[in-house]
RNA sequence: GGAGAGGUGGCAGAGUGGUCGAAUGCGUUUGACUCGAAAUCAAAUUUACCGGCAACGGUAACGGGGGUUCGAAUCCCUCCCUCUCCGCCA
């Protein structure tokens, strides 16, 4: 959520960042309704304000007598009054909170224009796509691909999408998820095992209600979702709660299964491990001082290339436009990996900073030198998601002879240097 | 899943219909005393929103929501959570 003085004092900035994400919003129906739910807040509160005035009296009077009745009967038509006008300050107020609640977070100053993914800047990038495996080819075509990720299996089991992992195949996601950890251990990240289904008001927080539910499994009778990321239990963490200044920044990191419904994709984006309807993810999170939000982005950052720099994995890092940057996010960058065998870059990690969107939605704040509390700034970026980094794992290190070598990094994780596809 | 008890300020813990945003204790902060510290004494110490340049003023909040009443922390309903006992269980 933004801030509502900003809207109010504002509205121009407001509608000029929006029109950096090319998102539509009706500002002004948002402004108009928080007119009349201030109007109306005034209007409640100061009759509120009487029928205070008037109880005050009647506490100090002997009950029954003429002159306490006369109060009561007051206070009885007054008392109708005000209900009516609670009843319309608080249909005025919810659709205001509604509306609120469904403003996107603004760019920062620093977000380059731009419609979509084709409008990124490449920010940088780290070793050589040309030099990778001349015996690359796509994972999925890999013989022996089936002996280590069962997708027929996963189908009859559960539905598409929902592979499982055998043998030297289960064995090496354990690897990563355990190299990631440890990484992100010796990175100052506490490791925290969280709750992986979470409740509507914690998926409020941090953006992915209302709106996109549809983007996540939901239990029947519990009401709970399954999170689509590590972020939404982490983040509500700290939820309603002041911390004190001296702890920030909280930095810590957590491994979840990860389970995206993701509607509407098709052909080659979803072969093989590209994209899955449940996966493994280490996520790294903090919570910052305001000041300090920028440069804490990109030490995540640095966080996360350190990663894909020790499996020697070539990649870019995307500095995303306006028009990409997700409905929450003020900054975003996203790490691609190379994939040989596809000759495609994939998303591997998104490390962004929310600025205080999600501390205002989840009321997370700090108590600054002189008392006074504050939102915080929250962050969060992959570190990293398991299978993509093992598709180019596979197709990057394929060899001659059908085996895959791993990374220096990865061998004492896996127990071996070489994966067998049998 | 069944039965019972309970959810009050940073913590502990009073309050069972009328100036109660809430006693008291602890904690914390500031000041006094002291060479300094402890002890002691004094004062301060929730949050959100609205109005206001500000000083300040107003309204709300005693787990959430709803109800009764002129008036609710206090009575009623409902949901959530915690604890105890029983059952089941990795």
Redesign the pocket.
Known sequence: MID??LLRDSPDLVRAAIAQKHLTVDLEAVAALDTRW?AQ??EV??L??Q??AV??D???MP?GTPEFMA??GE??AL?VGVKAKEGELKTTESAWQQAMLELPNLPHESVPDGRNGGDNVVFATNGDVAAVSAYAKAHWEIPGFENLFDFRRGSKVTGAGFPFYIGDGARLVRALLHFFLNEAGNAGYTEVNPPIFVNAASAIATGQLPDKEGQMYETVIDQLYAVPTAEVPLTNFFRDEILDEAVLPVKRCAYTPCFRREAGSYGKDVRGLNRLHQFDKVELLKWVHPTQSYVELDALKEDAERLLQKLELPYRVLLMCGGDLGFAQAKKYDLEVWAAGQERWFEVSSCSNFESFQARRARI?FRTAD?K?ELVHTLNGSGLAVPRVLAALLENNLQADGTVKLPAALVSYFGRDTVTFK
């Open positions: 509502p003085k201030r807040l005034i509160e100061s509120r304000g029928q205070k109880n005050g009647m506490a100090k009950k109060k009561v206070l009885k008392k704040r008392g509390p």
